[in-house]
């Protein structure tokens, strides 16, 4: 059951309280899980400030380069992956940090034989085509342990979704959000600039069973796959709303808090989905598991997915568990006539 936290009356946890209260649950834990976090959440702060300020910095725009995906690179994509991997790479127990804007990950510190070490994996600035526009952004995190098994240490960022031991998003939004969950359910803060910390809100998130809202961008329906399109045509007929802002933290935000369902099949341009594996379908998926919803591919778990590839995309559906069966339901091959 989700605990609102009342400001007045309960006691204000920062995160940092949060993240030591956490560890003191864990008597074995080194402390290098909390110095990560410590770490996304100084640069969180960071890149708020300067999204804050982009406009009369002139900092919006493009660089007039292409990531690796093809993309046109925003400026602020480029600061928001330099703010994250200066402050994660000098941290203590991080291995390898990987992001959508680098082609390969950076090994920090070669394997030592030992899996103490960290894999940070990240989405430095989700929704980028909204700055410009003053929409919603945000930054996706996923940590993994080192795999000291995988024969070249950056390999060790190639493992499923089901051993992240951390996820999370932060939300540039009317206000900062940082939703975060380290397997044991999903808490939110929110940035209080006046002290310039993250004030913990929500304790134990969980999503609704149900809602009636769809989230994907139907501009691609004429290549949806048509399972897809029979279920937008049940949904329409049913009096659902359709919200889609076009940054994935903003509408798994709002999927999160409301209930829904959010997704972005299959199309022409990209037949295995847009969305990234590892720095965007991954921890999202775990944090709307861990809130109590589901997160597929269209067959099955997003988390047990084998990544062969850092930048490899999968299709997302997720959200409220009724709306996951439901869109389901219609993506199940129709039976063959006759079959028994
Ligand atoms: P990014 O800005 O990190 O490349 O991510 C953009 C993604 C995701 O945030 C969003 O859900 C999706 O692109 C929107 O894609 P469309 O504009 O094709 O709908
Ligand atoms: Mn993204
Ligand atoms: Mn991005």
Redesign the pocket.
Known sequence: MTQAVDPVSDDIVTLQTHVLQEKRRHPDASGTLSWILSALSISAKIIAAQLRRARLENVLGAVGTENVQG?EQQKLDVIANTVLMRALGSREGVMVLAS?EAEEPVVITENRGDDRGYCVLF?P?????NLDVAGGVGTIFSILRHDRRSSRTEDSVLQPGDRQVAAGYVLYGSSTVLVLTTGEGVDMFVLDTSIGAFIRVERGLRIPESGRCYSL?EGNRRSFPAGYCAYLDWAQGNGYSSRYV???VA?VHRTLLKGGVFM?PPTEKAPSG??RLLYEANPMAMLIEQAGGQATDGQGRILEIQPTALHQRTPVILGSPAEVARVSEFLMPAPEAGAA
């Open positions: 993309e959508e989405d600035l989700d929704g980028s085509s961008n076009g940054a994935m509408d972005y847009k969305l």
